[in-house]
């Protein structure tokens, strides 16, 4: 019994000092998550404070007529961009439909000749069936001397 009471005290301090350690290295992990939080928020604030110095400053004339051509310019590329995009989908489009139709036609090239094959399948299986009736079906005698003389009959 007190081995057992020992075991378990053993075992709670030994749990304990594991959970210790372990709130010890989660503490010390927002500990430095809360610093590194903080340091951004000051780079941040640094950063809008030059933003608003550098935007406090009037636009002069020059730099509005150049904002003006570079918007025009890329307007123009757009335009460009979207008239090559329309001609693109209507390639597209066009090659599309001839490819669907080649498909459809080869479709029903195929139906027609898989109907074509089992016609002749069918007409080869009765040909066969023929066949075999004859070659089991015994041959009478005028038959048989008719076969001989290339199927005419010998006059005596």
């Known amino acids: 019994m007190r ?4 075991l378990l005290i053993a075992g709670s301090l030994f749990i304990w000092g594991c959970a210790t350690d372990e709130y010890q290295s989660l503490r010390a992990e927002l ?9 951004d928020i000051r780079s ?3 950063r809008m404070r030059s933003l608003e110095e550098s935007s406090s400053r009037a636009a002069t004339q020059e730099t509005i007529t150049g904002l003006r051509e570079s918007q025009e310019r890329i307007l123009n590329q757009i335009n460009d961009l979207r008239r090559e995009i329309q001609m693109i989908q ?4 066009e090659d599309s439909y001839r490819a669907e139709k080649a498909l459809r036609d080869a479709s029903t090239e195929r139906d027609l000749l898989r109907t074509e094959i089992g016609e002749l ?3 080869l299986n009765e040909l066969a069936a023929k066949v075999e009736t004859m070659r089991q ?3 009478p005698a005028e038959e048989s001397s008719k076969e001989g003389t290339g199927g005419r009959e010998i006059k005596p």
């Open 44 to 46: 941040l604030k640094e």
């Open 3 to 6: 081995r057992v009471l020992l």
């Open 31 to 39: 500990n430095q998550l809360k610093s590194d939080y903080y340091s």
């Open 90 to 93: 209507g390639r597209l489009d």
């Open 121 to 123: 399948k069918t007409s």
């Open 137 to 139: 079906a015994p041959v």
